[in-house]
């Protein structure tokens, strides 16, 4: 009967950290009325092949479409109030962040869900309405380039960092504009699940990874530097 105990005690023991593994994490991408469309596509084009270790949803306001800036509708499946919980959070970014980062509403669920969150992480001006929620007073963080001083203006009390394509900032990751989002979720998968992985995805979608945070020549060019 001992014998019999201690394998079972053995076999939960040595199983429990491995069903923990394979339970994927629930990612939350926030879509509002013009919100940009690369900002949130391409990291959900990597997120979403990693389907064994990530469960991908998109959220806003009310469930249904949502209009980006370049006047394609994409469904939200989920509404903020049915939203489950969330492990990871995305925020993306697009002309129509200055009228989110006004709503609170949407202010109120970031503040909450990101509390929650083991990462969230905003691409392009999304880091605009993450200052608005006061997310990231006292912290580094970067946003747009080309919109800087527009998009650096809701969070006076941010650390900006005018040149990095990202910034990693522990649970907090923010990225510069539009296509930094793919360097920048391919930065936190590395960090989630390994070099090996990111580096499939990498390959998966024929990108040329720039793996350095701080490879970031729009800054000069946008008079930043």
């Known amino acids: 009967?001992?014998?019999?105990?201690?394998?079972?005690?053995?076999?939960?023991?040595?199983?429990?950290?491995?069903?923990?593994?394979?339970?994927p994490r629930t990612l939350g991408v926030?879509?509002?009325?013009?919100?940009?469309?690369?900002?949130?596509?391409?990291?959900?084009?990597?997120?979403g092949n990693l389907d064994s270790k990530v469960k991908l949803i998109t959220v806003a306001k009310s469930a249904g479409p949502v209009m980006t800036t370049q006047g394609v509708a994409i469904v939200a499946q989920r509404s903020m109030a049915d939203c489950p919980k969330l492990d990871l959070l995305l925020v993306p970014g697009g002309m129509g962040a200055v009228k989110a980062l006004k709503d609170?509403?949407?202010?109120?669920?970031?503040?909450?869900?990101?509390?929650?969150?083991?990462?969230?992480?905003?691409?392009?001006?999304?880091?605009?309405i993450l200052a608005a929620a006061g997310l990231l007073d006292g912290r580094p963080a970067t946003t747009n380039k080309a919109y800087w001083k527009m998009a650096t203006k809701?969070?006076?009390?941010?650390?900006?960092?005018?040149?990095?394509?990202w910034v990693d900032d522990g649970n907090i990751v923010t990225s510069s504009g539009v296509s930094a989002g793919i360097d920048m979720t391919l930065h936190v998968v590395d960090c989630l699940f390994g070099l090996q992985t990111a580096e499939s995805?990498?390959?998966?979608?024929?990108?040329?990874?720039?793996?350095?945070?701080?490879?970031?020549?729009?800054?000069?060019?946008?008079?930043?530097k």
Request: some cysteine; overall charge negative.
């Open 1 to 23: 009967m001992k014998f019999i105990l201690a394998l079972c005690l053995c076999y939960f023991f040595y199983q429990a950290p491995t069903l923990a593994e394979e339970t």
């Open 30 to 47: 926030l879509l509002f009325p013009g919100f940009e469309m690369l900002d949130a596509c391409g990291p959900m084009e990597i997120w």
């Open 104 to 128: 609170p509403e949407i202010l109120n669920w970031l503040r909450e869900r990101s509390a929650q969150a083991e990462i969230t992480m905003s691409v392009c001006n999304g880091a605009s």
């Open 154 to 165: 809701p969070g006076p009390k941010v650390k900006w960092i005018p040149q990095a394509r």
């Open 201 to 224: 995805m990498a390959d998966t979608i024929e990108h040329e990874w720039h793996r350095a945070s701080t490879w970031d020549p729009f800054a000069a060019k946008n008079g930043l």
